[in-house]
């Protein structure tokens, strides 16, 4: 019998783990979940005989090293900081890693090691990333055994509410891990732009959007993802013009996103004290500066920023829940701790709607051998949740990461080392699966001569 071990049990895990679950006696596994909350992973588990639940916390050392050291391979879905930890024990106990998180760049450093225990840690293996670099790597395959070469990339994701859906001023939802919502800017961002190099910090990411066209959707709203260029070398994109990866939101979100990144709400370094007996409007006075006169906190706040005090943002910030005479009430200690508490509250996914998952490719191709044939290709895949079911973010992440699961169990994947899904080995068969599951995406191609 196979040990698969999940690590966290949160908001992206349903679909994972039920279906880790389905497979389990076909192919014989057994299914643990742990969790820090022990309730929250015996939900996932539903009391199959093939799983069991089990509270843990992770930064317990000989628990979790104890947990590892039974499993033949871990699905880690903690956040990017225990990634590069939990990679280590899955060495130190000869057991492969998958995750859905963005890789550690501390895990490279582990390549010797993973080929010599022959090992597979794959990282970024869920959605965004994850299903992009294969469906994108898919694509660049195709332009180059052709001939062509790729003289511009643009690759968008996003987890939204389903267009129909009325999900208050902000027109979002949460239906992943907020922390990732809240910090999306903390790196900044990097990206190439007609051979032109662009660098956002990251008070600067929310102000320079642009306009994305979805097909079946409508007009979108993008903003830089972190950093580009790193996909240069990982998509073999040396000789592009323009690399960006974005997110998409619905318009509107930035304008307003902007101004909490800009006041420091989104800090989660400084430990404020005494903040469980503090109101929400007392915690965003301290990030207003104080203007001499009687003014109320609105006022100074729309001072401070530049902004209208009976203008839609004020209105969005209020609504929120930032001036809020109410009590937090909550054992917390930074700014950030609170937003995402307000966020859980406030951008809620209504009851009875569904949510929805964009991910879109963009990409220029040139055809030398053709009279330099220029050729535009648009991949879009759009997924929906399930009304009062599995959320279209749940299944979208949990999916690769299940099928690639089985297949690495099944030797199905001849590959040891540290990767992200850029190699044929792992896109081209999880591609397959895929598809057969449903999952798919249109390919709209436009061409022109020279």
């Known amino acids: ?73 871990v699905v880690n879905m903690l956040t990017r900081p225990y990634q590069y930890l939990i990679a280590v024990d899955c060495l130190n106990n000869n057991a492969h890693m998958l995750s859905a998180s963005y890789e550690d760049i501390r895990v490279r450093t582990l390549e010797p090691d993973a080929h010599r225990r022959n090992i597979l840690i794959l990282n970024e293996m869920g959605l965004d990333p994850g299903i992009d670099h294969m469906t994108g790597m898919a694509i660049l395959e195709k332009i180059r055994s052709n001939g062509g070469f790729v ?45 032109k190099i662009k660098v956002l910090p990251f008070h600067q990411v929310f102000q320079r959007t642009w306009i994305v066209e979805v097909e079946g959707v409508g007009t979108m709203e993008a903003y830089p993802n972190r950093d580009s260029l790193a996909y240069e070398h990982i998509l073999g994109l040396r ?20 101004w909490i990144v800009h006041l420091g709400l989104a800090n989660e370094s400084l430990r404020i004290p005494n903040l469980r007996e503090m109101t929400y409007r007392e915690l965003t006075e301290m990030f207003v500066p104080a203007i001499e006169g009687k003014m109320k906190l609105e006022q100074q706040m729309a001072s401070y920023l530049g902004i209208s005090p009976t203008g839609h943002i004020m209105q969005n910030l209020k609504w929120l829940g930032l001036f809020s005479k109410d009590k937090i009430g909550l054992d917390v200690e930074t700014a950030a ?62 999916l690769p990461l299940a099928i690639t699961t089985r297949l690495i169990l099944n ?39 020279e």
Not at 168 to 192: H, Q, S
Not at 350 to 360: C, E, H, Q, S, T
Not at 430 to 439: D, I, M, P, Y
């Open 1 to 73: 019998m196979k040990h698969i071990l999940v690590l966290g049990a949160g908001k992206s895990t349903s679909y994972l783990i039920s279906h880790l679950l389905e497979e389990a006696q076909e192919q014989d596994w057994f299914v643990t979940v742990c969790d820090k909350d022990l309730s929250t992973a015996q939900s996932r588990i539903r009391n199959h005989p093939r799983g069991q639940a089990i509270g843990l916390d992770i930064n317990d050392t000989t628990a979790r090293a104890s947990m590892i050291g039974k499993a033949h391979i």
């Open 239 to 258: 000789q592009n013009h323009t690399i960006v990866r974005g997110t998409l939101r619905y318009p509107g979100w930035s304008e307003t996103w902007q």
């Open 337 to 398: 701790d609170v937003m995402i508490h307000l966020m859980q509250e406030k951008l809620r996914l209504p009851n009875g709607a569904r949510d929805m998952v964009i991910l879109v490719h963009e990409v220029e191709a040139l055809y030398p051998k053709e009279k330099n044939r220029l050729e535009k290709i648009t991949d879009t895949m759009i997924e929906y949740g399930k009304p009062r079911g599995e959320t279209a973010i749940s299944r979208t992440v949990g």
């Open 151 to 195: 003289t511009s990339f643009r690759s968008y994701g996003s987890g939204l509410p389903a267009p129909e859906v009325a999900a208050g001023p902000l027109k979002y939802a949460i239906t992943w891990n907020p922390r990732n919502v809240l910090m999306a800017g903390e790196d900044g961002a990097i990206f190439k732009e007609d051979g």
């Open 411 to 449: 030797g199905k994947i001849p590959l040891t080392g540290c990767h992200i899904p850029t190699h044929p080995a792992i896109y081209r068969p999880v591609l397959v699966e895929l598809e057969k599951a449903g999952l798919r995406s249109h390919l709209t191609i436009n061409l022109r001569a």
